[in-house]
């Protein structure tokens, strides 16, 4: 239950604040395929440094004429992970979505098989910071030297090596190693990873040093502590995608070497995290943990400012042990507060208290971080998959519009992934297992993480977003703020203060089911840090139709605002406590929400919570979940499941379902349905209106009794209750064998290649090439080529390409920028002055190309000798 909570937590603060919220001389060096051990170069830069319309344009197909998605159907099913590639070469399946671990790829290589390659979340060891209650037991993790000496003791490339097949990165730091972070702080990252390399002589020399002086001896090479053996408990997960267990005991018998007893204690995940965070840390239940964490999309990871407080303060929004447990060092937990609350004035000011917190973050080691692991998804040649970058791609808004069979229109794709319908479906607190969301993101506009639904689409390959459902953008932002635009499709003006109308929406009165206006919260006025301002086409409710074939309409907006809020209200009738911490959490940032008008319809939202990019801080607040998960939801789902909560037959979490002993809600399958369907019968007997006291204002009796005819006939032919307007509708749903069946939507108002310049990922691939031998005191010029499927890759759609100069000791002797040649060409000039600095012997240039379409900077290095 804990875990559960926790989600709503964090999905939630994302949600309301941003959506209701990267060696031979003389012989060219060329850039290996990304995903290799050698973490990459990239530059200070922001990904664009003046906004632009969008990256060059590659050729496409002759235009369609079709609607929805490229295929007829699409056919869903559970399939187990060591016969995908067998099922796919057999013709059983053409694609198998559910992200496979590196140690995989060498089997996808060898069959022949495209795959996608992404991010898969990345891997640590969790450290026990506390002192225990018990005082016969020593904590050597208590000690923050002792947590950074596992830095040195652990060798990352021997587990990416032995573990995941060398087919993903070694991971220091609290930031994504070949993102837009990393890139931006390159110098930091490249002096961190060389003061930190494999050293296990230096890390026993800091246990050494540090462990009598906490009262431990050292016996026949063993630790003991009040004369006996200081054993450290190791929670080491053995499921998942396996790699975790044999990573778990690598480490252990890295701890074995200076000295320590190891309790290897295996466990599944649900019984791990009883014990990580289901515990006290000072009870002394655990010393180390395998952890593992998975971004929720490349827009997520854009600007990783809040992981320095999320990894190792006690102040993380996370709330649990051991970060609850953690006293860190004073100056670190500063810098990791101010800079999740956005306390800087400048782009400068803040990648210095960056800087200085990376060290810091590692000096503090609540977390050993060791991989950033890479994902690849396979399928057949003639298939055609979008994916994320970060995620793969089952977490990608673009990949249901792209998906297709590459020579044909239509058909029937099959699908294979890890699991269906692993809890119940429901868009308050239902499944959001990726494989589960995966399906319903086919059938939407899009998803409310960090994007704000359907109202834009996320760029699978930066991050950034595009207009999907609104006509215009306005953001507003205070002045000082370091917001940047990257695109030109907003309009961005920053003002000396920002003022909150009066009758803009700031909370919710339960009783009374009305909102309560700001002038009401705020009696004093109210500002607010940034004002997102959207308009939607004149033509919106004639266009877009849920697929039951009703036309959406402002009252689904409206709607969705409220129930975002009265969950969290003791006198609403549907209050749930373990979505109330959240939400309440989430109301802190919030300052106003108004329908400036609804024809056409334009919607104000006011915060003081805003993102770095300017694109990512436009809330269209599309009637999609409020919660954060995939899926969108009619007014009328909500007024019958509602009835159902209120009545105590169901509930929307497990939670509350549990405690009661009530069914938890789902909308696709299980004893819900006919306790729903019976609830939809009532409501349409009344012309039932929710929230009439302010719902009334937008909905007819009318239009309500529609609306519930329209939903009883799609359940008489579905038998189920998902209901979007994406370009895929769910046909059909079988929870018991795990599959399900989706068609196309030919009423869906887009072209079926409104996306396709996500067809494909521009990634870089840069050769550098120059001298062998370099003579101190000298002028030298290296060549650098980047291109993109052999051709020459455009200089407007690069921002920068940026090179660094090493010694042989790895000490950076000069950073700075390639000069542009012609497209695709750049070089290096390397002063005289600059070569007088370099000690005779090895040394090394490194070049980082960062294009604009993807954010993924392309590197390579090249090694030459100094000499008199």
Not at 29 to 35: H, N, Q, V, Y
Not at 590 to 595: E, V, Y
Request: glycine share 6%.
């Amino acid at each position: 239950m804990k875990m559960k909570n926790m989600y709503y937590v964090l999905s939630f603060l994302v949600m309301i604040s941003m959506v209701l919220a990267a060696c031979a001389p003389q012989v060219a060096a060329t850039t290996e395929a990304p995903g290799e051990t050698e973490a990459p170069v990239a530059t200070d830069a922001p990904a664009t440094q003046e906004p632009t319309a969008e990256p060059t344009a590659e050729p496409t197909a002759e235009p369609t004429t079709r609607r929805g998605g490229w295929l007829d159907e699409i056919v869903v099913s559970v399939v187990d992970d060591d016969s995908a590639i067998s099922q796919i070469q057999a013709g059983t399946i053409d694609f198998y979505s559910f992200n496979l671990a590196s140690d995989v790829l060498p089997a996808i290589q060898e069959a022949g098989l495209p795959a996608t390659q992404s991010l898969g979340g990345y891997y640590g060891i969790s450290l026990n910071p506390a002192v225990f209650t018990d005082t016969t037991q020593l904590n050597p993790f208590s000690n923050r030297k002792i947590r950074e000496a596992l830095n040195w003791l652990i060798d990352r490339n021997y587990i990416n090596q032995e573990i995941y097949a060398g087919g993903s990165m070694p991971r220091l730091l609290p930031i994504t190693t070949q993102l837009v972070e990393y890139t931006n702080l390159i110098e930091t990252a490249r002096a961190l990873e060389a003061k930190y390399t494999y050293n296990p002589d230096r890390a026993k020399e800091v246990i050494d040093a540090e462990m009598p002086g906490m009262g431990a001896e050292l016996v026949d090479d063993k630790w003991t502590f009040n004369g006996e053996p200081i054993t450290l408990i190791f929670i080491i997960r053995n499921d998942g995608d396996g790699t975790r267990l044999p990573m778990g005991d690598y480490v252990a018998n890295q701890l074995e070497t200076v000295g320590f007893t190891m309790d290897r204690r295996y466990h599944t995940s649900s019984e791990a995290f009883n014990i990580w965070q289901g515990t006290t840390a000072s009870d002394g239940q655990w010393h180390l943990y395998t952890a593992g964490y998975i971004p929720s999309g490349l827009s997520s990871l854009r600007d990783e400012r809040n992981n320095i407080q999320q990894s190792y303060l006690n102040t993380s929004v996370q709330a649990s042990e051991p970060f609850i447990s953690n006293v860190s060092d004073p100056e670190l937990q500063e810098l990791g507060d101010d800079l999740a609350n956005g306390n800087f004035a400048t782009k400068e000011e803040r990648d210095e208290m960056m800087r200085r917190a990376l060290e810091l973050s590692l000096e503090d080691s609540l977390f050993v971080w060791t991989i950033d692991q890479q994902n690849y998804a396979p399928y057949a040649e003639n298939v055609q998959v979008t994916y994320d970058l970060a995620t793969g791609p089952e977490s990608t808004n673009a990949g249901p519009y792209n998906l297709r069979f590459t020579d044909q229109e239509g058909g029937t794709m099959r699908i294979g992934t890890n699991d269906l319908f692993t809890q119940p479906w429901n868009t308050v607190a239902g499944s959001n297992w990726v494989w589960d969301a995966h399906v319903m993101r086919m059938t939407t506009q899009g998803t409310s993480n960090f994007i704000g639904g359907g109202g834009l689409m996320a760029d699978p390959y930066t991050g950034l977003a595009y207009p999907q459902r609104i006509e215009t953008a306005e953001l507003t932002y205070k002045e000082g703020l370091p917001i940047t635009q990257n695109l030109d499709w907003l309009t961005v003006t920053a003002v000396p203060q920002i003022d909150v109308p009066e009758d803009a929406w700031a909370d919710w009165n339960a009783t009374e089911q009305t909102f309560i206006t700001a002038g009401e919260r705020f009696p004093e006025g109210a500002t607010a840090n940034i004002m997102s301002r959207v308009t939607y086409p004149a033509d919106l409710f004639e266009t877009v139709k849920w697929h039951d074939g009703s036309p959406i309409s402002v009252a689904d907006f409206v709607m969705a605002i409220i129930q975002s809020l009265d969950s969290a209200k003791p006198e609403s009738a549907i209050y749930d406590e373990s979505l109330a911490l959240s939400i309440d959490a989430g109301l802190q940032s919030l300052k106003g929400i108004r329908i400036a008008s609804t024809d056409p319809l334009t919607i104000e939202y006011y915060t003081d919570s805003y993102n770095s990019d300017a694109e990512l801080n436009i809330l269209p607040l599309w009637p999609d979940s409020p919660y954060g998960l995939s899926g969108e939801n009619s007014w009328q789902i909500f007024a019958v499941s509602n009835l159902a909560e209120a009545n105590g037959e169901l509930a929307y979490s497990q939670d509350k379902a549990d405690n009661l002993e009530i069914e938890n809600t789902s909308w696709v399958g299980g004893p819900s349905l006919e306790i729903l369907a019976k609830y939809l019968d009532q409501a349409a007997s009344e012309s039932y209106i929710p929230y009439e006291p302010t719902m009334g204002q937008y909905i007819t009796k009318e239009e309500a009794d529609q609306r519930y005819a329209n939903f009883q006939q799609w359940y008489e032919d579905h038998g189920h209750f998902w209901v979007g307007t994406g370009p895929y509708y769910l046909d059909q749903v079988f929870t018991t064998e795990k599959s399900a069946v989706l068609k196309n939507n030919t009423e869906f108002v887009d072209l079926a290649d409104r996306w396709a310049r996500f067809s494909e990922p521009r990634i870089a691939t840069t050769i550098l090439d120059g001298p062998g031998q370099v003579k101190v005191g000298e002028e030298v010029v290296f060549d650098a080529l980047v291109n993109f499927k052999d051709q020459p890759y455009p200089q407007t759609d690069i921002a920068r390409v940026k090179y660094i100069l090493y010694d042989a000791t790895g000490n950076v002797v000069t950073v700075g920028d390639a000069t542009p040649v012609a497209d695709g060409q750049y070089q290096v000039t390397l002063p005289a002055d600059v070569t007088a600095e370099l000690p005779t012997g090895s040394a090394r240039l490194e070049v980082a190309v960062a294009p604009i379409p993807v954010a993924l900077p392309s590197f390579t290095s090249f090694d030459f000798v100094a000499v008199p």
